[in-house]
């Protein structure tokens, strides 16, 4: 693969980003694959001060660096932030790292996925249509029929779990219009970052990919899912826990972290994006579920002080879980 500055004038450039955090082995299976994808030119990870020898490992990466085989190391560039930013801090990070270095196009990933071997290959047409913020369908690795995340199919309140379903849905050229599941292997426009900006890093987790397919959206920009392009990620279970009595869910997480994240981020969405309307409505459902469906006063106070912060503009109380 080329190095910055290499490639044939007038091709576009295009950069994979990598967030990781504390979890070394996955990221090496994930940058073993990229390895192998044509038309890549550099892959750009951030680690979010890993403490499980990331960085040790990647400092042995860094351009120039031989690798375990001896051989001189070119395609992997990293940086270590001095602190955990999340995930919106690492993408935020990463996305604008990636301009700094010129792609014109930045293939956005966790650490825990890896894309199929072809799935870069099949996103790429789909920048001659003009689409700025697009994306594979993202399907369980142990179970690639089925979606890791539920898809809310176009012009309908139908929500589909399987890929098959996906497939019947798609228009020609082969996508779901006004869809994507970021940032899990999505492709994104220097175009489209040089208007609407990078990630909300203030986010920590939860809620960050939502808002910036929100903000592109709102700024007009073209949105779709490649029902051929594949990514596969680790099950994350059920994401949506049945409430008043049946008729909607709710995103229930053990983690106080993720839920303060959840509820903090998801009422600023709601209110930003939607009106007070729909923020109110959250604020109730939340009420409901930790009243009548799982009922935890606990549950009740932190959200109660999640949601607090969040009007007031205070992004900083996830801080204390991280301890």
């Known amino acids: 693969m080329s190095e910055q500055g290499d490639g044939a004038v007038g091709r576009r450039r295009i950069a994979a980003v990598v967030v990781t955090f504390n ?89 825990d996925g890896v894309p199929a071997p072809d799935c870069l290959e099949r996103l790429l047409p789909l920048e001659e249509y003009g689409y700025e913020f697009w994306g594979p369908v993202v399907v369980d690795e142990d ?39 970021p940032f899990n292997g999505v492709l994104v ?39 051929s392009a594949r990514f596969l990620h680790p099950s994350v279970g059920s994401l949506g826990t049945p409430m008043m009595f049946g008729r909607t869910t709710y995103n229930h997480s053990p983690s106080d972290l993720k839920h303060y994240c959840m509820a903090r981020n998801n009422l600023v969405n709601q209110r930003d994006y939607n009106g007070w309307p729909h923020a109110l409505a959250f604020v109730v459902k939340t009420g409901w579920f930790y009243t009548f469906t799982r009922p935890s006063p606990r549950r009740l106070l932190l959200s109660a002080r999640a949601m607090w912060a969040g009007l007031r503009g205070d992004f900083t109380g996830h801080e204390r879980f991280l301890a």
């Open 23 to 111: 979890r070394l082995a996955l990221l090496q299976r994930l940058l073993e694959r990229l390895d192998a994808v044509p038309g890549l030119d550099e892959v750009l990870v951030v680690d979010n001060a890993s403490t499980d020898g990331t960085s040790e490992w990647l400092a042995s990466l860094e351009p120039g660096a031989e690798g375990a085989d001896g051989h001189a190391e070119r395609r992997v560039v990293a940086r270590t932030l001095a602190t955990n930013t999340g995930g919106a801090g690492g993408f935020a990070e990463g996305l604008a790292w990636a301009v700094e270095r010129g792609a014109d196009l930045v293939w956005l990933m966790d650490d």
């Open 143 to 181: 179970a690639p029929d089925r979606l890791v995340f539920p898809v809310r199919l176009p012009g309908g309140t139908r929500v589909v779990h399987d890929v098959a379903a996906v497939e019947r849905a798609a228009r020609p050229p082969g996508i779901l219009e006004g869809i994507v599941i």
């Open 189 to 227: 426009t220097r175009a489209l970052v040089e208007r609407i900006g990078v990630p909300r890093a203030d986010f920590f987790i939860w809620g960050d990919d939502h808002e910036y397919r929100l903000r592109a959206e709102a700024a007009g920009a073209g949105i779709a899912t490649v029902a």
